[in-house]
């Protein structure tokens, strides 16, 4: 599994020009999901997600989670985060998950973020969404349960 977090003022996703889901202060995280991610992977990633100390604390260090500054998180899912663009000029999105196994542990991605006490704001799985956010740093950082010594894949 990955996650891309992008540290926000607000975010907003909307499908069909129809505003979705929004949030304030917090995290717009889209998230990619691999073909052998399961629910423990998906349950590890919210979890480190969570607890991760991007967010300022009275003396300007990054030292508050998101659960610390009580700030929200927009979940959209992205397939295209497992994009490999190593051959020719377009890429190829073989090391995704299919559509089936991408909703089920996006859907338990959210699930264990919110259990972890977030409040999470979704996207629509598989929609052509337009996704708006202003950016609060900026302040981005690259989660992949792969090198964090998450789930399976780490032994391919």
Known sequence: MRALLQRVSRAEVRVDGRPL????????????????DDELIAAAMAAR??????????????????LDVGGAALV????????????????????????????????SFCGALAAQGVVVERGRF???MAVEMVGDGPFTVWLDSAELGIGPEVAS
């Open 21 to 36: 889901g929004a949030i304030g202060a917090g995290l717009l995280i889209l998230v990619g999901v691999a073909p052998e």
């Open 76 to 107: 959209v899912s992205q397939f295209t985060l497992y994009a490999d663009a190593s051959r020719g000029r377009r890429p190829s999105f073989m090391r995704a998950a299919g559509p089936v196994v991408g909703e089920k542990m996006y859907e």
């Open 49 to 66: 997600v969570a607890a991760l100390r991007v967010f300022a604390d009275a003396a300007g260090k990054t030292n508050l989670s998101l």
């Open 126 to 128: 598989g929609a052509d």
